[in-house]
T-cell receptor, first 113, second 113 residues
Framework: DGGITQSPKYLFRKEGQNVTLSCEQN?????MYWYRQDPGQGLRLIYY???????QKGDIAEGYSVSREKKESFPLTVTSAQKNPTAFYLC????????????FGPGTRLLVL | GESVGLHLPTLSVQEGDNSIINCAYS??????FIWYKQESGKGPQFIID?????DKRQGQRVTVLLNKTVKHLSLQIAATQPGDSAVYFC????????????FGAGTRLAVHP
């Protein structure tokens, strides 16, 4: 099956802890994205990468970090600097860049203990 | 700033009826639009897209209409089924540059038997 996978489905973070969310795609897409979704709000872009070894900050990058060492993988780390991390995190990919349709993974819900 | 908004936060319909979900956009430079369906706890699922050189595009049981004059987009679902119950949101982008997809908050569609 081709698609985007995210793990884990649920993640719990303790105060001061960094946690990493996984995103893998086997669609051979160049571009990958991370969004944050809060109840009643639209998706907000955290980081995006349009090519391996390159990524750009989105609208709400503070407190997050990413890497893009492989085309198929784009992990997101939620650092202790992110003071309000509880949200639903969505990873997406597209063939090339923003002008293409983005396809989403199933999401990871992050909760703070 | 530029934004994508939806006219109705919740839409209730009877099973078998047709549904119409509306979306207003404010960026006249936007030339590509996407409708997504998101079921509870899941990632958004691509439904249909349309480019600004078209007024109408049809898929299976869904039709998207674009009125560039009034900057309005609608998603029509024919013979609505219980499985159509979800949040629907539109996204817009002005392609050809480094612009990002802008997502609306969504409209919840509730289908009643």
């Amino acid at each position: 099956d081709g698609g985007i996978t995210q793990s884990p489905k649920y993640l719990f973070r303790k105060e001061g802890q960094n946690v990493t969310l996984s995103c893998e795609q086997n669609l051979n897409h160049d571009a990958m994205y991370w969004y944050r979704q809060d109840p009643g709000q639209g998706l907000r872009l955290i980081y995006y990468s349009q090519i391996v070894n390159d990524f750009q900050k989105g609208d709400i990058a503070e407190g997050y970090s990413v890497s893009r060492e492989k085309k198929e993988s784009f992990p997101l780390t939620v650092t202790s600097a992110q003071k309000n991390p509880t949200a639903f995190y969505l990873c997406a990919s597209s063939i090339s860049g923003f002008g293409e349709t983005q396809y989403f993974g199933p999401g990871t819900r992050l909760l703070v203990l | 700033g530029e934004s994508v908004g939806l006219h109705l936060p919740t839409l209730s319909v009877q099973e078998g009826d047709n549904s119409i979900i509306n979306c207003a956009y404010s960026n006249s430079a936007s030339d590509y639009f996407i409708w997504y369906k998101q079921e509870s706890g899941k990632g958004p699922q691509f439904i249909i897209d349309i480019r600004s050189n078209m007024d109408k595009r049809q898929g299976q049981r869904v039709t998207v209409l674009l009125n560039k004059t009034v900057k309005h987009l609608s998603l029509q679902i024919a013979a609505t089924q219980p499985g159509d119950s979800a949040v629907y949101f539109c996204a817009e982008i002005a392609t050809g540059g480094y612009n990002k997809l802008i997502f609306g908050a969504g409209t919840r569609l509730a289908v009643h038997p």
